[in-house]
């Protein structure tokens, strides 16, 4: 894995580390949501697994037909940087894609197997970050589905900054069963 790889790879080992944390601070409220029909921190973990595993899928499937990919140009940077910005807005939300918004139930496993799978998922993407081939660095290999096509660097960016930004979610999560509580 390549320097630049590396040093996004371990900020993304960073956020979710942290958001466990968070996640798991709560103990048997990390399964409950603020209010009905809101996603708890266990879902919204569930979401982010289910968005990881989903990436590193569409990027082995695009790596398989690697002489098909293009060269990114300024149009994949300006998308990338203003999905950047919008994610790290506070209050900002998107709404999830269909596809993962189905794949969350409304009953997700612990937190230690969801941590388990996550961790599964995590040493695949390590590993297709350490065959990465250099000469499709500057080729764009994942279409997120509000940006358009990113380059690794810009995927692994968007994965650190969707994790930075449900982070606020388990916060915002947290203070509210602690009023909740009291």
């Known amino acids: 894995m390549n320097h630049r790889l590396h040093l996004r790879f371990e900020q993304l080992e960073h956020a979710t580390n942290h958001l466990f944390e968070a996640a798991a601070a709560l103990g048997e409220k990390a399964h409950q949501g603020p209010v009905p029909g809101q996603w708890s921190a266990a879902q919204v973990i569930h979401h982010l697994l289910v968005s990881e595993t989903s990436i590193n899928q569409y990027i082995e499937k ?5 002489e098909e990919l293009q060269k990114a140009g300024l149009s994949h940077q300006l ?16 709404k999830a894609p269909a596809r993962l ?4 139930p409304d009953q997700v496993p ?7 799978e996550w961790d ?4 695949h993407l390590e590993q297709i970050l350490n065959e990465y081939p250099d000469k ?12 358009g096509m990113l380059t690794i660097y810009q995927t692994l960016d968007f994965m650190v900054d969707h994790i930075l930004h449900h982070q606020r979610q388990v916060e915002r999560i947290s203070k509210a069963l602690q009023r909740v509580t009291e």
């Open 79 to 94: 998308k990338s940087m203003l999905l950047r910005v919008l994610l790290r807005v506070p209050g900002f939300k998107f």
């Open 136 to 147: 499709l660095l500057s080729h764009a290999i994942f279409k997120h589905p509000r940006s």
């Open 101 to 104: 918004k189905e794949l969350t």
């Open 62 to 66: 695009k790596l398989r037909n690697s």
């Open 120 to 123: 599964s998922v995590r040493r």
């Open 110 to 116: 612990a937190l230690a197997q969801l941590r388990q």
